[in-house]
């Protein structure tokens, strides 16, 4: 069954029904929903069939939970939790039905893992598919964290590790076996990619000085933050924590694995500065949730470098949203 | 210059530039705002290229202008008012930034129109163009209003005039000459709505028993308000409110005037449904603001008409977002 054989109203129905309890508002002109605090963090990302996706791998669920964690993640990013979701479906005449049950099944799991509503969405006919999401959300403490806030001398950490996700698409792309200890752990960074929510709202509680979520990759995002900031960088690039599923199959994927921990995009890891002297506190908070943080360098007044290398270069060598590589 | 030679970083940053004075977390990863109120309307709508607009007619500005506008509808057929926006794009790598320039012109003049803020966005890469805004807004009044408030008795009411915009999509279709008078307000009602905000905080005041947007066509919108009301209705089809220049022109171009301003979607004019003691009140506060007002039947408790035909059989002629005609 194809999504035109249903039509819109059918399918908004059965949307609407996958994804649980209506809010007011739901099948009206707006979601009406209770503003979570005074403060608002509002945010959205968009993912495109062929560019951010591949039908091929993804599967419907995959796309769903996707679109909604990295929307939960620019929302921890900034210090938050999220709270609300609209979503905006394009789809081909042709998409089968029950891809979009998947998808909605998908979104319904990310927004309770992360304890969020889907509160509303459109549907639009398109020749590509595409899933936009926008999400808001509260910050957990007093303020936000925002890039800007890195002084010279503050450490920086990384939560988790890096080029996991990037593994994981060549992985895909080279149609390897998936179920293959190490590649399936790869595969899955990419498609089931998880918000750092809960370690947000302990590093804002700290508070770090600045954060910023790694989607477009390590040397892109340590540049805005750094940029965002007007600081330099030292990052010592031995110290970076490789994914150990890359370190163990990178030979079999052909990637060099820092290059890739450096490059690589979507591991929606927290990079962010803080005291120096918080660091061992903000390990033990860490610990709890079970989540690991390395200090990977320090920020600086001067230049931005991992080693000996510019960050300047190396970012270059990284995702841009617009360019085809 | 194309959108893939300026890179992501260079559009964003001439997009954040055109848009005015930056709000806290530009640039950032979510955009932090003041919460608008207790209660939030939230709302998302997508355009796509080739289903929604055609470049081949519409400007950028008229594209950014339409993506805001559509989503002020929504907030406005709420009862609401809309304060902060995020946009995001999906543009093809070979875009002009000339035309996105245009785009972002056109949705800051439509956020000054209705004094919202577009706070942040998202762009990325694909096949074809397509701008997905999402909205938040508070209702004006101490409720907001919904589909679903409609009781046998009410009068039912429709501001300014219907036809109007898909007469315009047949001028601009059929490549006529759009500074022929008539035709130029035709041509302007598909390519510049106008979201009535003003009108609508005035009728959630009053407050009406239910609302919608006429997005769809007055057939497919007056049925989503009986459905969800669960009511019926007699609507009179010689008290409908036919665009004064789709009634002079639909000779020259084949349509009848009626049937269009009864099937044609995306005037966005408010409908509504009132007290009929309340009517005369409603038409003085909108006379202030310039709109009429005109009542185009009752809502019932029985079957659903216009004149003697079934409005389901005529919702059945009107527009559906997933399918092609």
């Known amino acids: 069954v194809k999504v035109s054989d249903l039509g819109e ?8 029904a996958g994804l649980g309890p209506a809010v007011a508002g739901s099948g009206d002109d707006a979601a009406v929903v209770q503003s979570p605090g005074d403060s608002l963090l509002f945010t959205t990302d968009v993912m495109v069939e062929s560019v951010d996706f591949d039908r091929a791998y993804s599967s419907g669920a995959d796309v769903g939970w996707k679109a909604i964690a990295i929307n939960a993640s620019d929302i921890a990013a900034m210090g938050g939790a999220p709270s609300h979701a609209v979503v905006g479906l394009s789809l081909p005449s042709d998409t089968r039905v029950d891809f979009v049950d998947d998808m909605v099944a998908g979104m319904s799991a990310a927004a309770r893992r992360w304890s969020l509503t889907v509160a509303g969405g459109d549907i639009s006919r398109a020749g590509e598919m595409a899933v936009a999401v926008a999400m808001i959300g509260v910050p957990v403490a007093e303020r936000p964290v925002y890039r800007s806030g890195a002084r010279p001398g503050d450490a920086i950490g990384v939560t988790g590790s890096l080029g996991g ?32 929510v809960a370690e947000a709202a302990l590093l804002a509680g700290v508070p770090v000085s600045a954060m910023i979520d790694v989607s477009d990759g390590l040397a892109i995002d340590l540049w805005h933050l750094m940029d ?5 960088c030292e990052v010592d690039p031995l110290s970076i924590p490789v994914d150990p599923a890359l370190a163990a199959t990178a030979g079999t ?28 506190a903000v390990r033990a908070l860490l610990a709890d949730v079970g989540t690991d943080v390395t200090v990977i360098g320090a920020v600086t007044s001067t230049e931005r470098l991992i080693g000996d290398v510019a960050l300047e270069e190396l970012k270059e060598a990284g995702w841009d949203h617009l360019r085809t590589r």
């Open 9 to 16: 109203l059918g399918l908004i129905e059965r949307i609407t």
């Open 165 to 196: 996700a990037a593994g994981g698409l060549a992985v895909l792309r080279q149609g390897l076996d998936v179920t293959e200890p190490g590649l399936e752990e790869l595969a899955r960074r990419h498609l089931r990619p998880v918000a750092r």
């Open 228 to 232: 965002a900031s007007k600081t330099g």
């Open 253 to 280: 994927l052909g990637l060099d694995p820092l290059r890739t921990a450096m490059l690589g995009g979507e591991d929606f890891e927290l990079l962010f500065t803080l005291d120096p002297g918080q660091v061992g």
